[in-house]
């Protein structure tokens, strides 16, 4: 069943990640766009200086890993678009910096959080799909204007 879900070109990934001073944590879920939820997951979000960029990115880190492995482990033949939706811009914009990046900065491993935003971007390069981020407004922006 789970195979020929993830066969449909229509899936969609959401995650979330928050962060106290004991620890960071992150959460996932894969659906089909119809809102079959095929997959959840969560867990912490380790490092030394736990925030929410960090736990936020390792929630994408997870959700990545997932498809890699799913994918890889039951076989496909098509590439599909795989839109991930989460409430922070910046680790988006961190992302999609790193991915176009053309030749390494060695001052950007200085870079807070380098190590997440590394992992995803190596794992994305080792995807056959396309992942699209698009953010969404979080509980945070509640006392945000939305315009």
Request: proline share 4%; with cysteine; aromatic share 12%.
């Amino acid at each position: 069943f789970l195979f020929f879900l993830l066969q449909q070109n229509r899936i969609i990934s959401c995650s979330d990640g928050s962060a106290t001073s004991a620890g960071g944590s992150y959460g996932f879920v894969i659906s089909t766009l119809s809102g079959t939820r095929l997959v959840k997951g969560r867990g912490p979000a380790p490092g030394a200086y736990p925030n929410s960029f960090r736990s936020e990115a390792y929630g994408v880190l997870a959700t990545i890993r997932w498809f890699h492995h799913a994918f890889y482990e039951l076989g496909r033949n098509h590439t599909r678009q795989v839109t991930h939706y989460l409430d922070n811009q910046s680790v988006i914009t961190r992302i999609e910096k790193a991915r176009q990046a053309n030749r390494s900065i060695p001052n950007a491993t200085l870079l807070p959080e380098y190590d997440v935003i590394n992992a995803i971007v190596n794992c994305l390069e080792e995807l056959p799909d396309k992942i699209v981020y698009k953010w969404i407004r979080g509980l945070q922006d509640e006392t945000t204007s939305y315009h």
